[in-house]
């Protein structure tokens, strides 16, 4: 099992795509509606919210079941290989498209590969299947999705006018964009200004297509 569940990119990745997400929910909200009122916007934005968290917590367990998957393949591939050369080649086709082994010359490749021929090798295959750390990082991810996207929906506790509400929420997400910008400028050791700025400036436009759309 991982150390975290989810690790400091993932989090802030998560956290990017829930506030995008809430942006476009608020920003895509027609106003023309004479029901429409704070309350009534709050559910709707809210259910929005839930449901985008748990389609991505599932998302993230499929997606390390496929990831689990695909190394089980890997080593049925090496185990069934009549040759040596034969089964290096899986190896060299799924790590061959690395980056960090752009650099390597082709013979410290070839060491490479054959050092992971020999971990797979001496390695049960086991069968793919979803396991605890899946549903924990599904669960964390879709938590993630509804603590962050949470702000977000206060103004519309807070405001009985829905428009100005609506306006209330997309500042409050693009403060929210720019804090995640400056924190993801640390952890990639980028100016956290640059970054933080740049992810403001991708609201401001997503916020201002869907009003454009008819939003």
Same mark, same amino acid.
């Given at each position: 099992m991982k150390r975290h569940v989810l690790d400091p990119v993932d989090r802030l990745g998560e956290i990017l795509f829930g506030l995008i997400m809430a942006l476009g929910f608020t920003g895509a909200v027609r106003l023309g509606d004479e029901e429409a009122d704070s309350r009534s916007l709050f559910i709707g934005i809210l259910g929005c919210n839930l449901a985008w968290g748990l389609v991505d917590g599932v998302m993230?367990?499929?997606?390390?079941?496929? !990831?689990?998957? $695909?190394?089980?393949?890997?080593?049925?591939?090496?185990?069934?290989a009549p040759t040596e050369?034969? +089964?290096? +080649?899986?190896?060299? $086709?799924e790590l061959g498209g690395r980056s960090i082994l752009e650099r390597a010359t082709p013979e410290e490749r070839d060491r490479m590969y054959r050092w992971v021929l020999d971990i797979l090798r001496r390695s049960d295959a086991r069968p793919a299947r979803i !396991?605890?750390?899946?549903?924990?990082?599904?669960?964390?991810?879709a938590l993630l999705v509804v603590l962050c996207t949470a702000p977000i929906l206060a103004p519309f506790l807070l405001i009985d006018g829905p428009g100005a509400a609506v306006?209330?929420?997309?500042?409050?997400?693009l403060v929210e964009l720019f804090l995640l910008g400056?924190?993801?400028?640390?952890?990639?050791?980028?100016?956290?200004?640059?970054?933080?700025?740049?992810?403001?400036?991708?609201?401001?436009?997503?916020?201002?297509?869907?009003?454009?759309?008819?939003g």
């Open positions: 993230y367990a499929l997606a390390e079941l496929f !990831e689990r998957g $695909r190394k089980a393949r890997l080593e049925r591939e090496v185990r069934a050369e034969a +089964a290096l +080649a899986p190896i060299a $086709r !396991e605890r750390s899946d549903l924990l990082g599904g669960a964390a991810v306006r209330a929420a997309n500042a409050v997400g400056a924190w993801w400028g640390r952890v990639v050791e980028a100016s956290p200004w640059r970054v933080a700025v740049g992810l403001t400036l991708v609201g401001l436009v997503l916020v201002g297509i869907t009003v454009a759309l008819g």
